[in-house]
């Protein structure tokens, strides 16, 4: 892997020299796109405005729109803006795991120790691991401030990249519902979710989209005729609701016996 921002973690008068990696990657499968007529790709270019004339990469800056024209900005600027946030991951509290909503988290990193870092490193992993509780840190990558956790996962420190709230749209705008749920629906479907619960095991979820994908586009390159299954999703009318959970109960409860 390749590192993506190298700086330090600090928290207190502990500072912790490391390198961030990322921790995801996308399995989308790489298309082209394609004019229909010829099959010919489409090309992106950058064009001046003005001239219409391609520009080279090297000749691009960046500006910020101010009255009338532009301020260009050089790599520096963006550093000076906050040169600590640029090259320090500073961990400002420790809060529980429990305390953050899944809707926050964007994006996870690795986080890897350098040499002089490797006992600072290990402490406050093993002190994280220990308390159950996540640093909350800011700093500033790829000309951006991020809000960020920072926890364990597999003996590694890993930093998950949170939304500001900001960033969180207002759900009070979403047409809810005002059926009224009886309790012995509610009861059932607790029952449901019970029958359901099982240790998270995260290597049974698999990537199948893509292979299925895939498939196709082999199918469709050898001219053969693709097969796909019907699929209906009916939703449940509220008459029928508490059938459809006594049905969903049995079934699972017939699959563990069986």
């Known amino acids: 892997m390749r590192s993506i921002w190298n700086g330090s973690i600090s928290f ?4 912790i020299p490391v390198k961030l990696y990322s921790g995801s990657e996308d399995r989308k499968l790489d298309l082209d796109m394609l004019d229909k007529h010829d099959n010919a790709r489409i090309r992106y270019k950058r064009v001046n405005e003005d001239t219409g004339k391609e520009v080279e990469w090297k000749d691009i800056v960046k500006g910020y729109k101010k009255e009338d024209g532009y301020v260009i900005l050089e790599k520096e600027d963006f550093e000076k803006a906050n040169i600590k946030k640029s090259k320090t991951i500073d961990i400002e509290e420790f809060i529980d795991e429990t305390e953050v909503a899944d809707v926050l988290f964007k994006k996870p990193y690795f986080l890897e120790p350098q040499k002089e870092g490797g006992k600072s490193y290990n402490l406050l992993r093993d002190a994280l691991k220990k308390t159950g509780k996540l640093g909350v840190a800011t700093f500033v990558m790829r000309q ?9 996962y597999k003996k590694i420190l890993v930093l998950h990249v ?8 207002d759900p009070s705008e979403l047409k809810m519902s005002k059926a009224t749920v009886k309790k012995n629906e509610v009861d059932m479907a607790v029952s449901l979710i019970e029958q359901y619960t099982s240790k998270f095991d995260f290597s049974k ?29 009916k939703p449940t009318p509220a008459k029928d609701l508490m059938a459809q959970l006594k049905a969903s109960l049995d079934k699972k409860k017939k699959g563990k016996a069986s």
């Open 12 to 15: 207190g008068l502990v500072s």
């Open 144 to 152: 951006k401030e991020h809000l960020s956790l920072i926890g364990v």
């Open 162 to 169: 949170i939304r500001f709230t900001d960033e969180i749209r």
């Open 205 to 233: 979820y698999k990537d199948v989209y893509n292979d299925q994908l895939l498939k196709i586009i082999d199918s469709k390159a050898t001219g053969k005729k693709v097969k796909s299954e019907d699929f209906d999703s």
